[in-house]
């Protein structure tokens, strides 16, 4: 079944402009990861939070989880064209073996 | 290169015609996974395998099988395909960390599958 909802499902920026996605779950979980998908491409993995912790940076990413309020954002600093993709939070439920995927978050950043 | 590829990237087949669309993998992982993507649904769990013959109904498993015979293998099979099973199929794996395969993912380039 699927946990993880994006908000928005679209969001369209200028380049340069930071860019926040959120994703909300519904049950505890041991992380919360954030992938990426080019047009109709292979997802590629961004980055991964643990339960116990608040807060990761990687590069021009920041990633927060909050799990009292099930949630987490993803906030992309200083978009760029290339950033254009298709956004997607995975949770892995605690106590399971899956990892199930939100509906993702179409970005367009604009030149 | 550590990589997951799937075979055949395309297919377009007809319904009730066996078809099988094999995923490898060249990183060790014990944990594979197959998922559908279809517009307005995400990604959906088809199968996954922790190890060797060891295999799990994911939340869409009705009209798929799956085997397990090697470690770097994961075949997903269509025994009588039909229309709904038109999809962008993903396969996936991961290490095995503390006994969760709940670790990154790394992902094939997908099976484009349009079944008439």
């Known amino acids: 079944s699927q946990q993880g909802e994006e908000d928005p499902q679209a969001l369209s920026i200028q380049e340069g402009e930071n860019a926040t996605m959120n994703c909300s779950y519904k049950t505890s979980i041991n992380n919360l990861q954030w992938y990426r998908q080019n047009s109709g491409r292979g997802l590629v993995h961004l980055i991964l939070?643990?339960?116990?912790?608040r807060e990761k940076h990687s590069g021009r990413l920041r990633v927060t989880l909050d799990t009292s309020k099930k949630s987490s954002s993803l906030l992309i600093t200083a978009s760029r064209a290339a950033d254009t993709a298709s956004y997607f939070c995975a949770t892995a439920p605690a106590g399971s073996y899956q990892l199930t995927f939100g509906k993702g978050t179409k970005l367009s950043v604009i030149p | 290169e550590a990589q997951v590829t799937q075979n055949p990237r395309y297919l377009i087949t007809v319904t009730g015609k066996k078809l099988t669309v094999t995923c490898s993998q060249n990183m060790n992982h014990e944990y594979m996974s197959w998922y559908r993507q279809d517009p307005g649904l995400g990604l959906r769990q088809i199968y996954y395998?922790?190890?060797?013959?060891?295999?799990d109904k994911g939340d869409v498993p009705e009209g798929y099988k799956v085997s397990r015979k090697e470690k770097r293998n994961f075949p997903l099979i269509l025994e009588s395909p039909s229309p709904n099973q038109t999809s962008l199929y993903f396969c996936?794996?991961?290490?095995?960390?503390?006994?969760?395969?709940?670790?990154?993912?790394?992902f094939g380039p997908g099976t484009r599958l349009l079944v008439l």
């Open positions: 996936a794996s991961s290490s095995l960390i503390s006994g969760s395969p709940q670790e990154t993912q790394y």
């Open positions: 939070i643990r339960s116990n912790e």
């Open positions: 395998s922790m190890n060797v013959e060891v295999t």
